[in-house]
T-cell receptor, first 108, second 117 residues
């Protein structure tokens, strides 16, 4: 079965604290994973993709095939990081399935 | 990137009527568009894949006669919710993928909130 799991609905951290948003996937093929972000009153947009191995806005995510995980991390959270984050899996049929999302709230 | 526009952003209709939502790809030709539905505080659920010039591919459990999808041109896909009922009230989002670029990235419209009274 193809599935993306984000166990935390809400994550609240203080500004400057490290943050990790968890994502696990289930997929029989070779996974292509993404993190999308939705800031308040804005549309969904791509944050980063595993294949690029890049850091965007200080966020990184490493694909761990052994643990079937793709956790999103940032060492020092900022208030402007407060948003809804979705982990997503691109399947072989070019369909993208999304996790339930995690709302990150960074407190001052 | 890609610019995707949805219209209307909000629509309220009476039960039993039909509502059409448009999704336009403004700066590139999209052979494939995706329609998602999002319930409050829940994830995006893929409803169907809209294919230019051919029938849409619906996900399991999505009624194709209820949610009519037309992709008549490379820049426009429409979703028509027929005989709408209050349980159809939701946030509908379209997206496009630049398959030629093969990055897998989705570009989203701003979404359309449907309220059925």
């Amino acid at each position: 079965a193809q599935r993306v799991t984000q166990p935390e609905k809400l994550l609240s951290v203080f500004k400057g604290a490290p943050v990790e948003l968890k994502c696990n996937y289930s997929y029989s093929g070779s996974p292509e994973l993404f993190w999308y972000v939705q800031y308040s009153r804005q549309r969904l947009q791509l944050l980063l993709r595993h294949i690029s191995r890049e850091s965007i806005k200080g966020f990184t995510a490493d694909l761990n095939k052994g643990e079937t995980s793709f956790h999103l991390k940032k060492p020092f959270a900022q208030e402007e990081d407060s948003a809804m984050y979705y982990c997503a899996l691109l399947t072989g049929g070019f369909k993208t399935i999304f996790g339930a999302g995690t709302r990150l709230f960074v407190k001052a | 990137g890609a610019v995707v526009s949805q219209h209307p952003s909000r629509v309220i209709c009476k039960s039993g009527t039909s509502v059409k939502i448009e999704c336009r790809s403004l700066d590139f030709q999209a052979t494939t568009m995706f329609w998602y539905r999002q319930f409050p505080k829940q994830s995006l659920m893929l409803m169907a894949t809209s294919n230019e010039g051919s029938k849409a591919t619906y996900e399991q459990g999505v009624e194709k006669d209820k949610f009519l999808i037309n992709h008549a041109s490379l820049t426009l896909s429409t979703l028509t919710v027929t005989s709408a009922h209050p349980e159809d009230s939701s946030f509908y989002i379209c997206s496009v993928q630049k398959t030629a670029a093969n990055t897998g990235e989705l570009f989203f419209g701003e979404g359309s909130r449907l309220t059925v009274l």
